[in-house]
């Protein structure tokens, strides 16, 4: 059973396209979170929701909106994708918000945008 | 700014051959430093928390100690299935937020 699953593993997509990546966690916890990792291999915070609330919302473009249907579920939507959001996006949960820090992350989905 | 720099970028070693990586940071009151394994087309996995300096944490071959400028990951006598890059990261009292240093890659040759 995987803890954090997120779909697709890989992204490959035109510019200007919209494209979604979604995430699920079976943990029980009610914080999620987006990160990005970059080709410097840098892990940035994107996005966090704590019980479907947006708690954290790094300076991402508008074009990046995250949706929170439950508190298992975290998705993120990008609109009009350009060639700087090729990365590795991960999806993480934490039982607590900001607590312990011991974050669960998937296994990543790499976009790459031609 | 929260900031957090690890050192070496990249560390070769034979297996069995001791040594430590570092994490510096900087951080207007550390909650937590986090020390993370992230193998190649994965995500990473959490090791540590540490909370003070003074603090010391172990698992298996790896031990993780606290100071209040810097951390080390320190690791003794390492196999091959020790490779992997190794995240540390940061968090403040007044941030729900976790910074994250760029790690160190580490490779152990049998």
């Known amino acids: 059973d995987t803890a954090v699953s997120q779909t697709p593993k890989y992204l490959v997509t035109q510019m200007g396209n919209d494209k979604s990546i979604k995430c699920e966690q079976n943990?029980?916890?009610?914080?999620m979170y987006w990160y990005k990792q970059d080709s410097k291999k840098f892990l940035k915070i994107m996005f966090s929701?704590?019980?479907?609330?947006?708690?954290i919302n790094e300076t991402v473009p508008n074009r990046f909106s995250p949706k929170s249907p439950d508190k298992a579920h975290l998705n993120l939507h990008i609109n009009s994708l350009e060639l700087g959001d090729s990365a590795v996006y991960f999806c993480?949960?934490?039982?607590?918000?900001?607590?312990?820090?011991?974050?669960?992350f998937g296994s990543g989905t790499q976009l790459s945008v031609l | 700014e929260d900031q957090v720099t690890q050192s070496p970028e990249a560390l070769r070693l034979q297996e069995g051959e001791s040594s430590s990586l570092n994490c510096s940071y900087t951080?207007?009151?550390?909650?937590?430093l986090f020390w993370y394994r992230q193998d190649p087309g994965k995500g990473p996995e959490f090791l540590f928390t540490?909370?003070?300096a003074g603090e010391e944490k172990e698992k298996e071959r790896l031990k993780a100690t606290l100071t209040k400028k810097e951390s080390f990951l320190h690791i003794t006598a390492p196999k091959p299935e020790d490779s992997a890059t190794y995240l540390c990261?940061?968090?403040?009292?007044?941030?729900?937020?976790?910074?994250f240093g760029a790690g160190t890659r580490l490779t152990v040759k049998p």
């Open positions: 943990l029980g916890h009610d914080t």
């Open positions: 929701y704590n019980n479907k609330e947006l708690i």
């Open positions: 990261a940061v968090q403040a009292v007044n941030n729900n937020d976790m910074r």
């Open positions: 993480a949960s934490s039982h607590t918000t900001g607590v312990g820090g011991k974050l669960f």
């Open positions: 540490l909370y003070s």
């Open positions: 951080v207007s009151g550390l909650r937590g």
